[in-house]
T-cell receptor, first 112, second 117 residues
Framework: KAGVTQTPRYLIKTRGQQVTLSCSPISGHRSVSWYQQTPGQGLQFLFEYFSETQRNKGNFPGRFSGRQFSNSRSEMNVSTLELGDSALYLC???????????FGPGTRLTVL | QQQVKQSPQSLIVQKGGISIINCAYENTAFDYFPWYQQFPGKGPALLIAIRPDVSEKKEGRFTISFNKSAKQFSLHIMDSQPGDSATYFCAPCNTNAGGTSYGKLTFGQGTILTVHP
Protein backbone atom coordinates (compact mmCIF):
# COMPACT_ATOMS: atom_id res chain seq x y z
CA LYS A 1 0.00 0.00 0.00
CA ALA A 2 1.45 3.36 -0.98
CA GLY A 3 2.23 5.81 1.79
CA VAL A 4 1.26 9.43 2.16
CA THR A 5 2.53 11.51 -0.73
CA GLN A 6 3.13 15.23 -0.71
CA THR A 7 3.84 17.54 -3.60
CA PRO A 8 5.91 19.43 -4.27
CA ARG A 9 8.78 18.30 -2.06
CA TYR A 10 10.56 21.63 -2.24
CA LEU A 11 9.29 25.13 -2.92
CA ILE A 12 10.88 28.56 -2.97
CA LYS A 13 8.66 31.63 -2.83
CA THR A 14 9.09 35.31 -2.10
CA ARG A 15 7.34 37.39 0.56
CA GLY A 16 3.80 38.35 -0.32
CA GLN A 17 3.20 35.43 -2.66
CA GLN A 18 0.82 32.60 -1.97
CA VAL A 19 1.44 28.87 -2.10
CA THR A 20 -0.61 25.67 -2.36
CA LEU A 21 0.65 22.35 -1.04
CA SER A 22 -0.92 19.01 -1.86
CA CYS A 23 -1.31 15.79 0.11
CA SER A 24 -2.58 12.40 -1.03
CA PRO A 25 -3.44 10.15 1.93
CA ILE A 26 -3.03 6.42 2.17
CA SER A 27 -5.76 4.68 0.21
CA GLY A 28 -8.84 4.27 2.38
CA HIS A 29 -7.82 6.94 4.88
CA ARG A 30 -10.37 9.69 5.26
CA SER A 31 -8.70 11.96 7.81
CA VAL A 32 -5.88 14.31 6.85
CA SER A 33 -3.96 16.52 9.28
CA TRP A 34 -1.38 19.19 8.56
CA TYR A 35 1.55 20.14 10.76
CA GLN A 36 4.24 22.80 10.50
CA GLN A 37 7.78 21.95 11.61
CA THR A 38 10.35 24.66 12.33
CA PRO A 39 13.59 24.58 14.36
CA GLY A 40 12.26 27.17 16.78
CA GLN A 41 8.66 26.08 17.32
CA GLY A 42 8.97 22.37 16.63
CA LEU A 43 5.99 20.48 15.27
CA GLN A 44 2.73 22.39 15.49
CA PHE A 45 -0.74 21.31 14.45
CA LEU A 46 -2.36 23.37 11.70
CA PHE A 47 -5.69 21.70 10.99
CA GLU A 48 -7.46 18.42 10.35
CA TYR A 49 -9.98 17.44 7.72
CA PHE A 50 -12.36 14.51 7.76
CA SER A 51 -15.02 13.85 5.16
CA GLU A 52 -14.28 17.17 3.46
CA THR A 53 -14.93 19.17 6.65
CA GLN A 54 -12.41 20.93 8.86
CA ARG A 55 -12.78 19.22 12.24
CA ASN A 56 -9.99 20.83 14.21
CA LYS A 57 -7.79 23.89 13.88
CA GLY A 58 -4.55 24.99 15.50
CA ASN A 59 -3.44 28.49 16.50
CA PHE A 60 -2.39 29.84 13.14
CA PRO A 61 -3.51 33.04 11.41
CA GLY A 62 -6.21 33.03 8.78
CA ARG A 63 -3.56 33.19 6.06
CA PHE A 64 -3.32 29.43 6.52
CA SER A 65 -6.24 27.55 5.05
CA GLY A 66 -6.99 24.14 3.68
CA ARG A 67 -9.55 21.95 2.09
CA GLN A 68 -10.26 18.31 1.44
CA PHE A 69 -11.74 16.77 -1.67
CA SER A 70 -14.19 13.92 -2.02
CA ASN A 71 -11.33 11.50 -2.73
CA SER A 72 -9.76 12.55 0.63
CA ARG A 73 -6.87 14.37 -1.01
CA SER A 74 -6.10 17.61 0.75
CA GLU A 75 -4.53 20.93 -0.05
CA MET A 76 -3.31 23.67 2.19
CA ASN A 77 -2.85 27.26 1.12
CA VAL A 78 -0.77 30.02 2.63
CA SER A 79 -1.45 33.52 1.40
CA THR A 80 0.70 36.64 1.76
CA LEU A 81 3.78 34.65 2.65
CA GLU A 82 6.08 35.89 5.40
CA LEU A 83 9.70 34.94 6.06
CA GLY A 84 8.57 33.12 9.20
CA ASP A 85 6.44 30.75 7.10
CA SER A 86 9.62 28.98 5.98
CA ALA A 87 9.19 25.49 7.35
CA LEU A 88 8.65 21.82 6.62
CA TYR A 89 4.94 21.24 6.13
CA LEU A 90 3.89 17.72 7.00
CA CYS A 91 0.71 15.94 6.11
CA UNK A 92 -0.53 12.92 8.06
CA UNK A 93 -3.40 10.61 7.23
CA UNK A 94 -5.45 8.23 9.35
CA UNK A 95 -8.38 5.95 8.70
CA UNK A 96 -10.60 8.19 10.80
CA UNK A 97 -10.19 10.95 13.35
CA UNK A 98 -8.28 9.82 16.42
CA UNK A 99 -6.62 6.84 14.74
CA UNK A 100 -2.88 6.31 14.28
CA UNK A 101 -1.46 8.97 11.98
CA UNK A 102 0.96 8.20 9.16
CA PHE A 103 3.13 11.04 7.95
CA GLY A 104 4.30 11.97 4.49
CA PRO A 105 7.86 13.19 3.74
CA GLY A 106 6.80 16.83 3.89
CA THR A 107 7.12 19.88 1.66
CA ARG A 108 10.06 22.14 2.41
CA LEU A 109 8.92 25.75 1.88
CA THR A 110 11.49 28.52 1.77
CA VAL A 111 10.28 32.12 1.73
CA LEU A 112 12.84 34.69 0.53
CA GLN B 1 0.81 27.07 27.11
CA GLN B 2 3.44 24.35 27.00
CA GLN B 3 1.33 21.22 27.31
CA VAL B 4 4.11 18.73 26.61
CA LYS B 5 7.65 18.89 27.95
CA GLN B 6 10.23 16.49 26.57
CA SER B 7 13.71 15.88 27.94
CA PRO B 8 16.58 15.76 27.33
CA GLN B 9 16.98 17.93 24.22
CA SER B 10 19.91 15.85 23.09
CA LEU B 11 21.40 12.54 24.12
CA ILE B 12 24.63 10.78 23.25
CA VAL B 13 25.07 7.10 24.06
CA GLN B 14 27.50 4.40 23.11
CA LYS B 15 26.49 1.45 21.01
CA GLY B 16 24.87 -1.15 23.22
CA GLY B 17 23.84 1.38 25.85
CA ILE B 18 20.37 2.35 27.05
CA SER B 19 18.72 5.55 25.82
CA ILE B 20 15.98 7.08 27.95
CA ILE B 21 13.76 9.97 26.85
CA ASN B 22 11.06 11.48 29.03
CA CYS B 23 7.81 13.27 28.33
CA ALA B 24 5.58 15.14 30.78
CA TYR B 25 2.11 16.38 29.87
CA GLU B 26 -0.61 18.52 31.44
CA ASN B 27 -3.78 17.67 29.53
CA THR B 28 -5.61 14.91 31.41
CA ALA B 29 -7.78 14.29 28.34
CA PHE B 30 -4.84 12.63 26.58
CA ASP B 31 -5.45 8.91 26.27
CA TYR B 32 -2.98 7.86 23.58
CA PHE B 33 0.77 8.22 24.11
CA PRO B 34 2.97 7.61 21.05
CA TRP B 35 6.62 8.10 20.32
CA TYR B 36 7.65 9.10 16.82
CA GLN B 37 11.07 8.71 15.21
CA GLN B 38 12.24 11.12 12.54
CA PHE B 39 15.29 10.83 10.30
CA PRO B 40 16.65 13.84 8.38
CA GLY B 41 14.60 14.56 5.27
CA LYS B 42 11.79 12.26 6.35
CA GLY B 43 8.46 12.65 8.06
CA PRO B 44 7.97 11.30 11.60
CA ALA B 45 7.21 7.59 11.82
CA LEU B 46 5.32 5.95 14.66
CA LEU B 47 7.73 3.90 16.78
CA ILE B 48 5.61 2.67 19.66
CA ALA B 49 2.50 3.81 21.51
CA ILE B 50 0.68 3.04 24.75
CA ARG B 51 -2.82 3.47 26.16
CA PRO B 52 -3.31 4.44 29.84
CA ASP B 53 -4.76 1.06 30.82
CA VAL B 54 -1.23 -0.42 30.98
CA SER B 55 1.93 0.87 32.64
CA GLU B 56 4.46 -0.61 30.23
CA LYS B 57 4.65 -1.83 26.66
CA LYS B 58 7.61 -3.48 25.00
CA GLU B 59 8.27 -3.97 21.30
CA GLY B 60 11.67 -5.42 20.55
CA ARG B 61 14.32 -3.08 21.90
CA PHE B 62 11.80 -0.29 22.53
CA THR B 63 9.80 0.08 25.75
CA ILE B 64 7.31 2.71 26.87
CA SER B 65 6.80 3.24 30.59
CA PHE B 66 3.69 5.16 31.59
CA ASN B 67 2.91 6.85 34.93
CA LYS B 68 -0.63 8.19 34.87
CA SER B 69 -0.54 9.83 38.31
CA ALA B 70 2.64 11.72 37.48
CA LYS B 71 1.41 12.50 33.95
CA GLN B 72 4.65 11.23 32.48
CA PHE B 73 5.75 8.59 30.02
CA SER B 74 9.16 7.60 28.80
CA LEU B 75 10.86 5.77 25.94
CA HIS B 76 13.62 3.29 26.67
CA ILE B 77 15.82 2.04 23.84
CA MET B 78 17.81 -1.00 24.90
CA ASP B 79 21.03 -2.06 23.16
CA SER B 80 21.10 1.25 21.27
CA GLN B 81 22.50 1.04 17.73
CA PRO B 82 24.00 3.70 15.43
CA GLY B 83 20.95 3.23 13.20
CA ASP B 84 18.80 4.52 16.07
CA SER B 85 20.42 7.95 15.68
CA ALA B 86 17.46 10.18 14.93
CA THR B 87 15.13 12.74 16.50
CA TYR B 88 12.46 11.34 18.79
CA PHE B 89 9.18 13.03 19.62
CA CYS B 90 6.49 12.26 22.12
CA ALA B 91 3.09 13.32 20.82
CA PRO B 92 0.21 12.55 23.17
CA CYS B 93 -3.31 12.78 21.84
CA ASN B 94 -6.95 12.68 22.88
CA THR B 95 -8.71 9.98 20.84
CA ASN B 96 -12.13 10.47 22.38
CA ALA B 97 -14.57 12.28 20.13
CA GLY B 98 -15.94 15.58 21.31
CA GLY B 99 -12.95 17.30 22.87
CA THR B 100 -11.26 20.28 21.28
CA SER B 101 -7.99 18.38 21.14
CA TYR B 102 -9.60 15.29 19.57
CA GLY B 103 -7.27 13.62 17.12
CA LYS B 104 -4.61 16.31 17.36
CA LEU B 105 -1.06 15.19 18.14
CA THR B 106 0.65 17.57 20.58
CA PHE B 107 4.38 17.17 19.98
CA GLY B 108 7.19 17.59 22.46
CA GLN B 109 10.20 19.63 21.37
CA GLY B 110 12.15 16.55 20.31
CA THR B 111 15.26 14.73 21.47
CA ILE B 112 18.22 14.33 19.15
CA LEU B 113 19.72 10.92 19.84
CA THR B 114 23.24 10.12 18.69
CA VAL B 115 24.54 6.60 19.13
CA HIS B 116 28.31 6.28 18.74
CA PRO B 117 29.65 3.02 17.29
Amino acid sequence: KAGVTQTPRYLIKTRGQQVTLSCSPISGHRSVSWYQQTPGQGLQFLFEYFSETQRNKGNFPGRFSGRQFSNSRSEMNVSTLELGDSALYLCASSFRQGDEQFFGPGTRLTVL
Amino acid sequence: QQQVKQSPQSLIVQKGGISIINCAYENTAFDYFPWYQQFPGKGPALLIAIRPDVSEKKEGRFTISFNKSAKQFSLHIMDSQPGDSATYFCAPCNTNAGGTSYGKLTFGQGTILTVHP
